[in-house]
């Protein structure tokens, strides 16, 4: 029985997590936590880094955390016992470090329909699915 699930969303595209939502509403009815997650990724080179404030990064990982909590309020059932997340840095990796740290038997995601370019998933949920210990459920959007 799944019991801890990781579920990551995008809070820009409700495509992320509308079915995955409907689907962990359905596995965690007899009880069990979710934890969901959002990275905020990083700049990559830290000569792009160089072109915003000092502080930037602490601003907009605090207002990245209320637009979570806000989400969490308006999205999660009150019966599910939700834990939200803010991570930072590469979104495939924090995902895995996530589920690895929680102890979650579930990664559950979004990927979108695959075009020629992807070859059968999202680059994210891809890597996802090939590098996780846990058990990984791709839902369509």
């Known amino acids: 029985m799944t019991r ?3 579920m990551p969303i995008d809070l820009n595209a409700p495509s ?3 079915k995955p939502l409907a689907e962990v509403q359905l596995m965690l009815s007899r009880g069990g936590e979710l934890h969901v997650v ?3 990724p990083d700049f990559g080179l830290s000569m792009v880094g160089a072109f915003f404030k000092a ?4 601003t907009a990982l605090h207002q990245f955390g209320e637009s979570m909590r806000a989400w969490v309020k308006q999205n999660v059932p009150g019966a599910i016992d939700v834990h939200p997340h803010i991570l930072h ?4 990796d924090e995902i895995l470090k996530a589920a690895d740290k929680l102890e979650v038997d579930l990664i559950i995601m979004a990927a979108h329909r695959p075009e020629a370019r992807d ?3 999202g680059p994210n949920a891809a890597r996802v ?3 996780a210990k846990q058990s990984v459920y791709i839902v369509r959007e």
């Open 38 to 40: 959002s990275v905020l």
């Open 89 to 92: 840095g590469n979104i495939y």
């Open 119 to 121: 070859y059968l998933l």
């Open 4 to 6: 801890k699930i990781l």
């Open 129 to 131: 699915v090939r590098h």
């Open 16 to 18: 992320s997590w509308i």
């Open 55 to 58: 502080g930037f990064e602490q």
